[in-house]
């Protein structure tokens, strides 16, 4: 049996984030209901070795979302998109009021007659409010 051998991987460079600023938040879709929004400051966290954050997985969750009803309308409504925070309130282990959260949350949808439910998880690296 060889010894493992060390990596030798190339440096990461820092992501260069775009000039000039932004002036807005980018908003995605740009009307309607369930808008979600990346602010500038968002962009750093694509770079490598960084953790996508909570308004990157919603905006791209949101983008799949709309792009598959305009695809395939059918399964896009036996299909369910929840954001990063239902899990976090679902998960709570303070015992305050989870099944009451989660009715509120799912309040205008059937589960029960989905076929796909589409939960973000991250238990690892949660951050907590502080």
């Given at each position: ?12 460079r ?19 209901p ?7 400051e ?7 070795e ?8 919603n ?16 399964l896009?409504k ?21 099944f ?9 949808v ?14 690892s690296?949660?951050?907590s409010?502080?």
């Amino acid at each position: 049996m060889q010894p493992l051998r060390e990596s030798r991987s190339p440096k990461v460079r820092k992501l260069e984030l775009p000039k000039p600023k932004w002036l807005s938040s980018l908003l995605y879709p740009f009307e309607g209901p369930k808008r979600q929004v990346v602010e500038y400051e968002d962009l750093a966290r694509l770079g490598a070795e960084e953790f996508l954050n909570d308004n990157l997985i919603n905006f791209y969750l949101r983008y799949i979302e709309v792009e598959l009803q305009k695809r395939d309308p059918d399964l896009a409504k036996e299909t369910y998109f929840l954001n990063t925070f239902f899990y976090g309130v679902l998960a709570r282990k303070d015992g305050k009021g989870n099944f009451d959260s989660v009715l509120k949350w799912t309040a205008k949808v059937d589960l029960f007659n989905m076929n796909y439910i589409v939960i973000p998880i991250n238990e690892s690296y949660a951050l907590s409010p502080g």
